[in-house]
């Protein structure tokens, strides 16, 4: 919406001016296409029906590198209707629909099919339809950051086949409602055919394995209880073997299966120590693990990793530090397996509280990149998190706003990590309250469980629990690519300041450090000035607040 208001803009001034150049001058968006409205907005033939079920059952053809299948999905009705957006992205075809005994008319648009029913279907009906479905699906070479199916091979020759779909959409490999604002509320069954030499692994826990002798196949059923992301939804298959482990915490055990290659057992056992104390700090900072029902994984791939919902996927090459780089920059980074702990934050920032349109992706990146820290806090101090987080901002590139634009599946700048988590760790500074700020981070998981949120959903939560408003501090750091400059002058005992390059209305206290004393200002566009006890020698804002300074 907002980039929408800048074209808006934009347009207005040329037509004030008649100057083309003051229209060059303004960055233009490209016009959303069609095709991404359909995919990210909530279109009138996707808002009268709320998917409650998803059986998806498929099988991967590996001589012919396609898929087969289909998806049952059950749903209730929130309005009357009677046609249907179903999306699936070519070259993969929906061959039939049946509802009850009929078939289904359908046509295709692009990467969406309009499902025609016999009659309306009145409001509050719950009802079912089976979608069918083949084809060669996109092959992705570069996963996780582009989607589609890997037909790898792992370092033994073995097959190794993995779907990921963050971004792109889980319609790249099986048909369903692709929106983040709605996810399946009595979970999903996926059950996958595999050569009988190969294992499926997938979402949530295996309840049985089919042995097709004659044709040479396996089925391995997943069952998912909790709702789920449709992007968290994955398949891997290759020659894995289980490990299994249990996690105990007050009033519960969590279990915890890890599927690795025969020959990953002896460094998983090693590296993958890491989960309990994941586990320990998460539960510590965001309340309980959000899919106790569903049990917790780890899942080798070949790709560095992703957060698919109690089946995270792992690639980190069982190191500390990611892929052998350390993201602050300042040694801190190699205390922890960062692919375990970030994509493990997810199961809080991302899965138990989902997104309702991509343009929002700060709920999932930018507090996953934030508890990062966090989980430095728990185990190593709060020195080293600090040292952690404001480390991460050399990679912050103010290049584009942190949100995307809605209705049209863009997101916004990849500083939502870095750029998130500071913002997140500014406010905490400025909140300056530890007990408040864990109640904070534990009553959104408390208070947002299993739910699809908007960003202001998340903004106004925690202004309300603060006692602090927030607004501005929110538009400025995930709605402008400008940080806050605080400009000040000392003069003897007096030091005179304000900020600059901040949203209309921005005065977000600080804590500066004059002669190693430490002293609250809040700073906003107009000046002030403060007097010290003495002559001011040294002026030093804390370094947990991301802004920058400049000495007039
Ligand atoms: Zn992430």
């Known amino acids: 919406m907002r980039t929408l208001k800048i074209i ?50 498929v099988e991967f053809l590996l001589e012919t590198r396609r898929l087969k299948g289909s998806n049952t999905i059950t749903f209730k009705t929130l309005k009357p209707g009677n046609k249907m957006q179903i999306d699936l992205q070519p070259p993969l075809a929906i061959t039939k629909i049946t509802h009850g005994d009929s078939q289904l008319k359908f046509e295709r648009e692009g990467n969406v099919y309009w499902v025609m029913f016999e009659k309306e279907i009145p409001k509050g009906a719950e009802d079912k339809i089976e979608i069918f479905y083949e084809g060669v699906p996109v092959v992705s070479r570069n996963p996780p950051w582009v989607g589609g199916v ?4 792992d370092d033994l020759g073995d097959p190794f086949i993995v779907t990921t779909c ?19 509320d009595r979970g999903m069954q996926i059950s996958v055919t595999v ?37 968290g939804v994955n398949v891997n298959i290759g020659n894995y073997v289980k490990l299994t482990d249990k996690y105990k915490r007050k009033g519960g ?50 790709y560095p990793g ?17 892929l052998q780089r350390d993201p602050c920059g300042c040694g801190v980074g190699f205390k922890f397996d960062f692919i375990i702990v970030h994509e493990s934050a997810h199961e809080w920032f991302g899965n138990n509280i989902s997104m309702k349109d991509a343009a929002d992706m700060w709920i999932h990146e930018g507090f996953a990149n934030y508890a990062e820290n966090l989980f430095v806090e728990y185990h190593f101090g709060k020195k080293d998190a600090e040292d952690y987080v404001v480390g991460t901002r050399r990679g912050i590139r103010n290049d584009r706003p942190i949100i995307g634009t809605y209705g049209s599946n863009r997101e916004g700048s990849g500083d939502m990590y ?5 913002m997140l760790h500014t406010i905490r500074h400025v909140i300056n309250d530890d007990a408040k700020w864990l109640s904070i981070m534990r009553g959104l998981n408390a208070d947002f469980w299993h739910q699809t949120v908007t960003t202001e959903q998340i903004e106004s939560y925690i202004s309300t629990k603060a006692g602090i ?22 003069n003897g005992k007096t030091v005179e300041f304000n900020y600059e390059r901040v949203v209309k209305g921005f005065a977000m206290p600080i804590r500066v450090t004059i002669n190693g004393k430490e002293i609250k200002l809040t700073p906003s566009e107009v000046k002030q000035t403060f007097e010290f006890s003495e002559d001011i020698k040294t002026f030093e804002v804390n370094r947990n607040f991301y802004i920058e300074t400049a000495k007039t």
């Open 306 to 322: 992703m957060e698919h919902q109690s089946s995270v996927t792992y690639g980190n090459w069982f190191r500390n530090g990611y």
């Open 253 to 302: 055990v969590l279990d915890i299966e890890y599927w690795v290659l025969p020959h990953q057992k002896e460094a998983a056992l090693r590296q993958f120590k890491e989960v309990p104390r994941m586990l320990e700090a998460f539960e510590h900072w965001f309340g309980k693990y959000p899919f106790y029902e569903d049990g917790y994984k780890l899942v080798t791939v070949q």
């Open 166 to 184: 963050q971004g792109i959409g889980a319609s790249i490999w099986w048909p369903n409602k692709d929106h983040g604002s709605d996810e399946p």
């Open 195 to 231: 050569p009988e030499n190969l294992v499926a692994v997938s979402n949530g826990r295996l309840k049985k394995t089919d042995h097709d002798a004659a044709g040479k196949k396996k089925t391995f059923h997943w069952e998912v209880l909790n709702p789920i992301n449709n992007y």
């Open 8 to 57: 808006a803009l934009a347009v207005f001034l040329q037509m004030q001016f008649g100057a083309t150049y003051v229209f060059a001058q303004v960055p233009q968006a490209e016009a959303i296409t069609r095709q991404e409205t359909l995919r990210g907005s909530v279109t009138p033939e996707r808002e009268w029906w709320d998917v409650l079920h998803y059986h998806l059952q």
């Open 418 to 422: 870095p750029k998130g988590g500071n």
């Open 150 to 153: 890997t037909w790898g091979r």
């Open 469 to 490: 408003d927030f607004s501005k501090v929110f538009d400025q750091y995930l709605r402008t690519t400008k940080i806050p400059l605080l400009k000040y002058k000392v």
